[in-house]
């Protein structure tokens, strides 16, 4: 991440910051092997012209350089004084729409690509990057209002409901115990009545914003489908570290209002609520999309 690098870290291998020139990237190898690659939303890997996926092997990218930031068209950094910067193919991009939401609007662009590139039949690897649901909590008013209540009964009997849940289904043995409270979480019962308030509101946005990430993956497939490419796409669903368990006082600047809707940057997700132990195990994070080796015709990776 190269906004964490410091001098003393220049010229030591592991530290530069972006995804060095030591090796190809995965597109630029399939370009070189005919493909269509299209990516759409977070990069992290580089922070200017040089290093961003348009000049590894993209040939269409939409992308948010640096770790996260606003979901809106805002442009609110999660940590001022960073910056929200998006480029379209390597070019900074000046404004958003106002209806931005990432999500969204990440999806619609990658369908658009994926849809002008069939002219040519050629196999594409599309990399859909989603920076949902990275902090800060924000999803549309419609979706967070369908968890509203959802999780009064705190993080306490959430978690045993779901371990039983896991029990149920055979996905951890019946032994398996919760793991033990981190020593920065405080126990629901002994929260005030405006801590649980407020931190039902996180988990209730944080659903909201994987329930709407959910349905824009489902738009990939529904599209794939539709052209018939859908039995013939390998695709690959992976998540990083999943909600982030930080404090709001680890970024200065942040308040506490409008949790989840445009102008709120509170809110690190519900890593302190969510999974049978830390996590919940739901569809997360971004969507990575990988490929399999090219074929004469209609083989697609997405």
Same mark, same amino acid.
């Given at each position: ?23 190809? =990237? ?17 990069? &992290? ?20 350089? @640096?770790?996260? +930031? ?6 609110? $950094? ?5 910056? #929200? ?43 859909? *990057?989603?920076? /949902?649901? &990275? ?21 306490? *009997? !959430?978690? %045993? ?30 929260? *005030?009545?405006?801590?649980?308030? !407020? ?7 944080? =659903? ?7 349905? %824009? ?16 796409? #390998?695709?690959?669903? #992976?998540?990083?570290? +999943?909600?982030?368990? *930080? ?6 600047? %942040? ?5 989840? &809707? ?10 302190? =609520?969510?999974? =049978? ?15 399999? $080796? @090219? ?5 697609? /990776? /997405?």
């Amino acid at each position: 991440m190269g906004e964490l690098t410091t001098p003393e870290m220049d010229g030591i291998p592991g530290y530069a910051g972006y995804l060095n020139f030591e090796v190809a =990237a995965l597109p630029e190898v399939l370009e070189r092997a005919g493909y269509h690659t299209y990516m759409a939303g977070k990069w &992290h890997l580089g922070l200017d012209e040089n290093t961003s996926p348009h000049a590894r092997g993209f040939e269409e990218t939409f992308v948010l350089l @640096p770790g996260g +930031g606003s979901h809106w068209n805002d442009r609110k $950094p999660v940590s001022p004084p960073e910056t #929200m910067v998006y480029q379209r193919n390597g070019k900074e991009v000046e404004s958003l729409a106002d209806d931005f939401y990432s999500t969204r609007y990440y999806t619609d662009r990658m369908l658009e690509w994926i849809e002008q590139g069939r002219a040519d039949d050629q196999p594409f690897f599309a990399y859909l *990057s989603y920076t /949902a649901p &990275h902090d800060p909590l924000h999803a549309p008013k419609a979706y967070i209002d369908k968890y509203k209540g959802r999780y009064d009964q705190g993080w306490d *009997s !959430l978690r %045993q409901e779901r371990l039983q849940g896991l029990k149920k289904l055979g996905i951890v043995p019946n032994e398996a115990v919760p793991f033990p409270r981190l020593p920065t979480v405080k126990a629901w019962d002994d929260m *005030s009545p405006e801590e649980r308030e !407020l931190a039902a509101r996180d988990m209730e946005v944080y =659903a909201a914003m994987v329930d709407y990430m959910d349905e %824009q993956i489902e738009r990939v497939f529904d599209y794939l489908k539709e052209i018939g490419e859908y039995d013939n796409t #390998m695709i690959v669903f #992976m998540s990083d570290n +999943g909600a982030n368990g *930080s404090l709001p006082t680890a970024y200065p600047g %942040q308040t506490e209002e409008y949790r989840g &809707h445009q102008g709120a940057v509170v809110g690190q997700g519900a890593g302190r =609520a969510c999974g =049978a132990w830390r996590h919940e195990p739901l569809v997360r994070s971004r969507a990575r999309h990988h490929a399999d $080796p @090219p074929r004469r015709r209609g083989r697609r /990776a /997405a």
